[in-house]
């Protein structure tokens, strides 16, 4: 009888152990350490690797990847950002930059600077930074030169200079006054005015901006003209 008795008692004292057991590897399991992710970005392997054994992170290397602004060999990314908590142990995976596609850079004068993004994008590259600059013979917005030069070893930044068109000149309005069309025309041509005439005549009555009043090259002075009535 006592045999039997013990036999139940025995099966249920190993599973309260065994739950006892159970509920604190749970608790040392939940307990674990949280650490901060570091910042993988542009280290080397080793780098990357000493940074995450301080922290108590393992590094998983996920594939390669072509880029124009990380060195060959060097991370570009990381499957968890920089500054977020994670437990402790916990492998991070990087992106390994292969360099840009190709060795030399396309030309992109005359290019604008979207359209230059576009062609770098579809090879791996990007501008690193675009300057502007003044330029009479170049339009407004279009690139005007680039560093490196096509066909010149790339380097780790592409720079371009980006036309603002001429600069603008002042000037005072011309007296058109009493002046004939083709005359106005000429004169506002010199120093990059715009004429709009209106009237029948050959001659010029009135002005808008009056004579003396400040302009500037690419405005438009409008002409009001008269017949030219001369006596016999």
Known sequence: ???????????AAFILLGLIFGYITFKLLSFSRTVEV????????????EALNRAGLYLKIEGEDYDA????????????????????KRAIKVVISKGPRVSSVPSLVDETLGEAEGILIQKGLRIGRALHVHSDSVE????????????ERLSD???????????ELSYSSPDFI????????????????????????????????????????????YLETKEDITND
């Open 1 to 11: 009888m006592n045999s039997l008795i013990r036999i139940p008692l025995f099966f």
């Open 38 to 49: 570091p910042s993988l970005t542009s280290m080397t392997l080793v780098e990357a690797n």
């Open 69 to 88: 602004s990380v060195l060959s060999g060097k991370i570009i990314r990381q499957d968890i950002p920089a500054g977020n908590k994670v437990k402790e």
């Open 140 to 151: 407004k917005g279009r690139i005007v030169a680039q560093k490196p030069e096509p066909d």
């Open 157 to 167: 930044t592409i720079t371009v200079l980006v036309s603002l068109g001429p600069h």
């Open 178 to 221: 009493n002046k004939t069309l083709d005359e106005a025309k000429e004169i506002a041509g010199k120093i990059g005015l715009v004429v709009e005439a209106r009237g029948t005549g050959d001659t010029v009555r009135s002005q808008r901006p009056k004579p003396g009043t400040p302009v500037k090259s690419g405005e438009t002075v």
